[in-house]
């Protein structure tokens, strides 16, 4: 069984920053990609970020030249620096990972529970 366990949410005034992890623990082979979702109060789950091990990256409109992800392999870990918050980064934030746990298996899409991010005015 694979987990994605998130940490770093909390209260941040606007222009703040915060920094979220998200590791991945279990029977992993490898981990391809690793991503940030959020969903904000009464909206939908919406795409942040994504990183894949070859290093190709890839932000939403709404978070570039604010957000940077980033990825230690050695760690199955996952970061999101988030700098110059704004109150409408306020949202639950979700791991996202795609995992092998064998070899010659394919992919198993993991999230994680998720980390609240709250951006006061």
Same mark, same amino acid.
């Given at each position: 069984?694979?987990?994605?366990?998130? *940490?770093?949410?909390?209260? $941040?005034?606007?222009?703040?920053?915060?920094?979220? *992890?998200?590791?991945?623990?279990?029977? &992993?082979?490898? &981990?391809?990609?690793?991503?940030?979702?959020?969903?904000?109060?009464?909206?939908?789950?919406?795409?942040? +970020?994504?990183?894949?091990?070859?290093?190709?990256?890839?932000?939403?409109?709404?978070?570039?030249?604010?957000? %940077?992800?980033?990825?230690?392999?050695?760690?199955? %870990? $996952?970061?999101?620096?988030?700098? *110059?918050?704004?109150?409408?980064? %306020?949202?639950?934030?979700?791991?996202? +990972?795609?995992?092998?746990?064998? +070899?010659?298996?394919?992919?198993?899409? $993991?999230?994680?529970?998720?980390?609240?991010? %709250? $951006?006061?005015?």
């Amino acid at each position: 069984q694979v987990q994605l366990v998130e *940490s770093g949410g909390g209260l $941040v005034q606007a222009g703040g920053s915060l920094r979220l *992890s998200c590791t991945a623990s279990g029977r &992993i082979f490898s &981990i391809n990609p690793m991503a940030w979702f959020r969903q904000a109060p009464g909206k939908q789950r919406e795409f942040v +970020a994504h990183i894949v091990s070859g290093g190709v990256i890839n932000y939403a409109d709404s978070v570039k030249g604010r957000f %940077t992800i980033s990825r230690d392999n050695a760690k199955n %870990t $996952v970061y999101l620096q988030m700098d *110059s918050l704004k109150p409408e980064d %306020t949202a639950v934030y979700y791991c996202n +990972a795609g995992v092998r746990v064998v +070899a010659s298996g394919g992919y198993l899409e $993991v999230w994680g529970q998720g980390t609240l991010v %709250t $951006v006061s005015s």
